[in-house]
């Protein structure tokens, strides 16, 4: 009855530690996949396409008047110059957005690859994110209302929050996510770091590209009648935030930087409190 035992309970041991190091194995490939397929183009169509065609579909439905505009600036100056070109069909841009990053997908020769669990944690990295920059632009908001006492001025907002009706800002928001980082981040981001990389090394393209077009994003929120009146601290804080949506774009793609951004115009319009963090710290 003994003999033979210790060898059984090697076995044992051995076929566990086997378990063990397969399952931790398998841990890290499913991870490495997750953080590659993610940032890929046809990840990020997947993941878009149902803020896009809400955001289309809803825009449509309420045919904003002019006291109520669901379609933000980079929307309107993408769709302008489109129809200067003869492109006025309402479809057309959502068409080349998608037909363009059909085309990355097949000139990078990604894999054809997405699944459920990579959207899902797409969408679960996009509110992380956008909760990030949230705790950014609150504690932006302490420091300018601490400097505002220390001068003996009013706090104001650094950025006002639309008065439109909450499904309009709603749609609002999630058009800016996907227009603003289309224009500013996967347009304009890529076509400075082009040109930036006739002078400079790789590096250095890549930071001024990032801050370039991070100071034209804040920029844009002031042009044209119905920009925003001009706020210092809103100009600082909308300069983060291109920076923060161009280092997402740059290391985790497309569709979480559009993500991000509509998830943080969300939480901020429409979800948490005004000044979330000085009400759930107190006085």
Do not use: K
Not at 8 to 35: G, K, S
Not at 131 to 153: K, M, P, W
């Amino acid at each position: 009855m003994w003999f033979g035992s210790d060898d059984r309970e090697a076995d044992r041991q051995e076929w566990e530690h086997r378990d063990r190091e397969y399952a931790r194995q398998f841990e890290d490939r499913y991870r490495e996949e997750y953080w590659y397929v993610s940032r890929q183009p046809l990840a990020s169509l997947l993941f878009v396409l149902p803020l896009l065609a809400s955001y289309e579909l809803g825009a449509a439905y309420i045919r904003s008047a002019p006291e109520e505009p669901v379609r933000n600036g980079a929307d309107y100056w993408i769709r302008s110059t489109l129809q200067q070109f003869g492109f006025e069909q309402p479809w057309f841009l959502p068409v080349v957005l998608m037909i363009g990053l059909l085309f990355w997908q097949i000139a990078g020769g990604y894999r054809w690859r997405a699944s459920l669990g990579t959207l899902a944690g797409m969408l679960c990295e996009s509110v992380i994110y956008g909760l990030c920059l949230v705790f950014l632009g609150e504690t932006q908001s302490i420091l300018i209302d601490r400097y505002h006492a220390s001068q003996n001025v009013p706090p104001t907002a650094a950025i006002a929050i639309p008065t439109t009706a909450e499904l309009t800002r709603a749609i609002s928001f999630l058009g800016a996510g996907i227009y603003e980082e289309l224009l500013f981040r996967a347009a304009l981001l890529p076509l400075m770091f082009g040109a930036l990389r006739l002078f400079f090394d790789r590096g250095p393209a890549i930071l001024w590209a990032v801050l370039g077009s991070s100071l034209l994003f804040s920029w844009a929120h002031y042009v044209g009648p119905a920009g925003d009146a001009y706020e210092p601290f809103g100009f600082a804080f909308r300069v983060i935030a291109g920076i923060f949506f161009a280092t997402l774009m740059v290391n985790r793609g497309l569709g979480i930087a559009v993500g991000a951004h509509a998830a943080y115009d969300i939480l901020v319009g429409l979800m948490l409190p005004q000044n979330p963090m000085q009400s759930w710290l107190g006085p």
